[in-house]
């Protein structure tokens, strides 16, 4: 079955800490991964994402992904958060008909 | 930039209502998708759109329908509203094949 596991429901970091959101998926092709973001009372907007080439992706806001394919994930990470960070992150798998999200990793940034 | 627009931000209705929530995307994206998003549970698919007057049943069509009558407009009807139905309604549209989804800012439906 494809699914899509983002197995930290909170995470809480310190402004200018690392960060690194988790994300693991089961799917039977070879699959498009996503991650998104979310703030308070919006959409959902697109950080990156992976189709194909190089493992490793950057996104906007200075966030990258990589994909290892042998441990079926997709991590985020982000080397120092910003207060502005704080939201939520969802991780998502697809293909050329629908996309699979996570349930989302809510991300609290201390002062 | 795309720009999907939904109809309202926030919306308050009474149960057994006939409830529209309408989405508009400027794109001529062929996709078309519905979502309701609750705390805990992420995102569940209710239908979504391959193309103009085409429509599939997402993960919880339950309680809902859908109609796409033009490329740009994909409107979900709550039949007769429930407070179950109490919920964040997002909107999102893409081309199809290896691209990602575009969504509105949402809808937070209120059911009394």
């Known amino acids: 079955a494809q699914s899509v596991t983002q197995p930290d429901i909170h995470i809480t970091v310190s402004e200018g800490a690392s960060l690194e959101l988790r994300c693991n998926y089961s799917y039977g092709a070879t699959p498009y991964l996503f991650w998104y973001v979310q703030s308070p009372g919006q959409g959902l907007q697109l950080l990156l994402k992976?189709?194909?080439?190089?493992?490793l992706v950057q996104g906007i806001k200075g966030f990258e992904a990589e994909f290892k394919r042998s441990q079926s994930s997709f991590n985020l990470r982000k080397p120092s958060v910003h207060w502005s960070d704080a939201a939520e992150y969802f991780c998502a798998v697809g293909g050329d008909d629908k996309i699979i999200f996570g349930k989302g990793t809510r991300l609290h940034i201390l002062p | 930039d795309v720009k999907v627009t939904q109809s309202s931000r926030y919306l308050v209705k009474r149960t057994g209502e006939k409830v529209f929530l309408e989405c508009v995307q400027d794109?001529?994206?062929?996709?078309m998708f519905w979502y309701r998003q609750d705390p805990g549970l992420g995102l569940r698919l209710i239908y979504f759109?391959?193309?103009?007057?085409?429509?599939e049943k997402g993960d919880i069509p339950e309680g809902y329908s859908v109609s796409r009558e033009k490329k740009e407009r994909f409107s979900l009807i709550l039949e007769s509203a429930s407070t179950n139905q109490t919920s964040m309604y997002l909107c999102?549209?893409?081309?199809?094949?290896?691209?990602?989804?575009?969504f509105g800012d949402g809808t937070r439906l209120s059911i009394l």
């Open positions: 759109s391959y193309d103009v007057k085409m429509k």
């Open positions: 992976y189709f194909s080439g190089d493992t």
């Open positions: 999102a549209s893409r081309t199809p094949g290896a691209q990602p989804q575009h």
């Open positions: 794109m001529d994206h062929e996709n």
